[in-house]
């Protein structure tokens, strides 16, 4: 299967099948070498029609307090990316997940590059489009300030700001363009 097919395809099995599917690609990851592979993996584990999969999936990926981990810290957003990009179900728990085990991934990245944080950030939450799930996010970090990645925050929360400002612009030109999204 070439390369740029097998994340649709690794999706599509994820969507329409189950755990055992799931277990099966779990188990095909284990066994590649190459990090380019593992990455079509990780882009795809969050597409899990099951909730439970999905949670299953940020539970692995996230590192503990020391940045231990079952991936390499470079690496571990990327599940969280295919878990909010999943669906609108996925997207929120995502974000209920960082906020949930903010402190732990704090701590886990606490020496290493900001960079990291801005991914998890944005791989968490950037798929909303609501006003009111920008002042949320914007809450959040106001709450529980990162200095180092308060550039990228600003950018993410201005990034929803706009995508909701456009829905509400297109929304009343289409309005089954709101059920075709859910």
Excluded at 91 to 112: F, G, V
Aim: glycine share 6%; charged share 20%; proline share 4%.
């Amino acid at each position: 299967l070439p390369s740029d097919l097998k994340v649709s395809v690794y999706k599509l099995i994820l969507k329409t099948g189950g755990e055992a599917e799931f277990n099966q690609l779990m188990a095909h990851l284990d066994s590649l070498e190459a990090n380019a592979e593992r990455k079509l993996i990780y882009n795809s584990l969050g597409s899990a029609g099951d909730v439970n999969l999905k949670r299953r999936v940020l539970d692995w990926c996230y590192p503990d307090e020391k940045g231990n981990g079952n991936l390499k810290l470079q690496d571990f957003f990327y599940p969280i990316g295919s878990v909010s990009q999943s669906s609108g179900e996925g997207l929120k728990l995502a974000w209920q997940y960082y906020q949930d085990n903010y402190a732990t991934l704090k701590s886990a990245l606490a020496k290493a590059s900001p960079s990291l944080m801005d991914a998890a950030i944005v791989y968490s939450v950037s798929g909303f489009a609501t006003d009111e799930a920008a002042a949320e996010i914007e809450e959040f970090f106001t709450t529980n300030p990162l200095p180092q990645s308060s550039r990228k925050i600003a950018q993410t929360v201005e990034g929803v700001r706009t995508s909701a400002a456009f829905l509400k612009r297109i929304l009343p030109l289409s309005p089954d363009l709101l059920g075709m999204m859910a």
